[in-house]
């Protein structure tokens, strides 16, 4: 007998319940990015690539889609931020749109099909 457990079930350490669209079996490592934004006030987002490499970003600091070959699988908003996608894989050539894209923490964003790709190869976010 297989049993179930809905991801609104599972509690994290602070008793903060996991959004309902995170995957079952990515919920431990969505408890970890949301530690990771905890632990650092000048951590703005922590990303799970696929593969299970996690990575933190700061304010202003360029994230790129991909990280050694891996997409991004799991981006968790830590702070409220601004941010803007760009072309190219380091931040450089100028913004896509001029005005960055404002995103609220805990914003967690599921990207199973590389759908990423859209939006560009980086992204930089400020502060809010």
Do not use: W
């Amino acid at each position: 007998m297989t049993t179930l457990v809905h991801a609104a079930a599972v509690e994290s350490r602070d008793g903060i319940l996991p959004p309902i669209n995170i995957p079952i079996d990515l919920i431990p490592e969505y408890l970890t990015l949301t530690g990771k934004c905890r632990d650092n006030d000048n951590t703005a987002l922590a990303i799970l690539y696929e593969g299970g490499q996690q990575v933190t970003y700061g304010f202003n600091e360029c994230f790129p889609r991909k990280r050694d070959g891996h997409p991004a699988q799991m981006p968790v908003l830590c702070k409220a931020v601004a941010c803007y996608a760009y072309p190219t894989d380091d931040c450089t050539g100028g913004a896509i749109l001029p005005i960055g894209v404002p995103l609220l923490p805990g914003l967690t964003i599921i990207n199973p099909f590389d759908i990423g790709q859209l939006l560009g190869g980086s992204a930089l976010c400020r502060q809010l």
